[in-house]
């Protein structure tokens, strides 16, 4: 598995690898055990036993909590006596909403409305489909389980070229344009959006889940969550070596046009490539701390009669290499997975999600993809691919597909027109040669344009999916008949179509 980044690194701290520590049962965030047993993800509504478990660490009695809920209830409903194979699993890691987040008095009932769990599975494939069978008549029907996705290397193999692509390792040049010819491309021009009344008044709340942003960037009283990503806790305004997150926020924010923003820094992703026995379960965490925060909000937005706040989150990630090892529960293909669900519960909240497409496109995939998850119909999955997210892919600033972007359509299961839209990638600062590049650096872009159309119309005037469909009818095919493509989705967005048609002129 690998992500969308800004360029390849391997993450290798002066300890060793970033990995899982094995802790001492009943301590600890993550608890090693089970050998090479299937790595699962759990999610589920909390209840006071187990979260006080939770809160105090005691990872003993936390998997005890579980195992009771799942014999209970097979008690209840007379199932066979074998069903308690069901409870062949022991517990991971429990990243779930590490520490409140600094600056939000936010109930820890509410922080903890919803927990998420990382299992080591030791039973056969018998046992494990009478777990998943166990799971929402245990745990309730907003439970859910899937795989869990390992980071783990997979080498593509050489594939063949194509003229109307471009493949920036094959030019002398790896960079095409500059930020400012990204943002004319969109048609983010602020004098044609200005009548339009964009930037809008209202503050943006814009939530970056990527490897973490410079301190400089947050605001000192609220800048984002705290993430347990394995063995470590990450902090908000910590970054990573990469400048992967400071990238896509750069992009972001030079997309919104000067809209009053507060970024927030969720830091789940890996700096890079290695092996770490949990990711999924990390993010899901991350995503549902998310969302305890925006619930919060919202509470006391409907105490003091306010409407619901503009929230956008930025996902510039993709798992290049998806681990098979569930087949009954997988991540690529399974629309019911935990990470998935923990989606669906912020859209539900009027949370706008924006996807990186990933870079296995066919022609010049990145080097970690998997060879069964590169080009058309393959390479979007997961999360990705998602209709309740906003998935972009990549162009260059004049329009030129960029050969490594994921193509449609989505892989079977998940939906099929994916990507949604392209935004540009690969170019230049404007006034420095860093590059932007990647799906990565495209989905900063939407990102930002979705935070610059939620200043002037919230949620309560146009839900995500409404904002959707205004995005990709508006969007501009490049050379092509209008409709949706697998290479560029329904085109490139135009910002100032997209206002047009949301403001009726």
Not at 64 to 73: D, G, K, S, T, V
Not at 212 to 239: N, T
Not at 443 to 470: H, T
Request: charged letters at 15%.
């Amino acid at each position: 598995m690998a992500f969308s980044m800004m360029r390849r690194y391997v993450f290798e701290r002066s300890a060793g690898r970033f990995e899982p520590r094995l802790a001492a049962e009943g301590q600890g965030t993550v608890a090693m055990s089970g050998g090479n047993g299937r790595r699962l993800v759990l999610t589920f509504r909390s209840w006071p036993e187990v979260r006080e478990s939770y809160e105090d660490r005691n990872l003993v009695g936390f998997r005890e909590a579980l195992r009771r809920q799942i014999l209970e209830w097979q008690k209840r409903t007379s199932k066979p006596d074998d069903w308690a194979v069901a409870t062949e699993f022991d517990v991971l890691a429990l990243p779930s909403n590490e520490t409140a987040p600094r600056g939000i008095e936010i109930p820890a009932e509410l922080l903890r409305e919803y927990l998420t769990v990382g299992l080591v599975f030791t039973g056969n494939d018998a046992a494990l489909r009478f777990l998943v069978a166990s799971v929402t008549g245990a745990f309730g029907q907003e439970a859910s389980i899937g795989a869990d996705v390992r980071v783990d290397p997979a080498a593509a193999t050489a594939l063949d070229t194509f003229w109307q692509h471009w493949c920036p390792s094959e030019a002398s040049h790896t960079l095409f344009g500059t930020r400012s010819a990204a943002l004319t491309t969109i048609c983010a021009d602020p004098a044609l959006l200005a009548p339009k009344g964009l930037p809008g008044t209202t503050r943006v709340s814009l939530v970056l889940v990527d490897t973490g942003l410079p301190l400089d960037m947050l605001s000192p009283i609220f800048p984002g969550w705290a993430v347990a990503v394995g063995s470590q806790v990450r902090q908000p305004g910590d970054p990573l070596s990469a400048g992967h997150g400071e990238m896509v926020a750069g992009n972001a924010l030079a997309a919104t046009l000067g809209t009053d923003v507060l970024l927030l820094d969720c830091p789940a992703i890996p700096d890079g490539i290695s092996n770490l026995d949990v990711f999924t379960v990390s993010v899901t965490a991350a995503l549902l701390a998310v969302l305890a925060v925006v619930r919060f909000r919202r509470l006391e937005e409907a105490q003091q009669g306010l409407p619901p706040s503009p929230w956008v989150i930025c996902n510039a990630w993709g798992v290049f290499d998806p681990d098979t090892q569930a087949p009954s529960i997988p991540y690529p293909d399974n629309p019911e997975h935990p990470l998935a669900n923990a989606l669906l519960l912020l859209a539900a909240e009027g949370v706008d999600i924006i996807f990186a497409a990933g870079n296995c496109g066919e022609f010049c995939p990145h080097s970690r993809c998997n060879p069964a998850f590169t080009g058309p119909g393959r390479s979007i999955h997961g999360a990705n691919a998602l209709a309740t997210v906003l998935t972009v892919g990549a162009v260059r600033t004049d329009g030129l597909w960029l050969g490594y972007s994921a193509q449609g359509p989505g892989i079977p299961g998940m939906h099929a027109e994916k990507p949604d839209v392209c935004a540009p990638s690969q170019f230049s600062h404007d006034d420095d040669a860093r590059g932007n590049t990647g799906t990565s650096a495209a989905c900063g872009l939407a990102a930002g344009a979705v935070a610059l159309f939620r200043s002037k119309w919230a949620p309560s005037d146009i839900n995500p999916a409404e904002l959707r469909l205004v995005i990709a009818s508006t969007a501009v095919q490049p050379g092509g008949p209008a409709g949706w493509m697998g290479r560029t989705g329904h085109g490139i967005i135009d910002v100032l179509a997209a206002a047009r048609e949301l403001s009726g002129s």
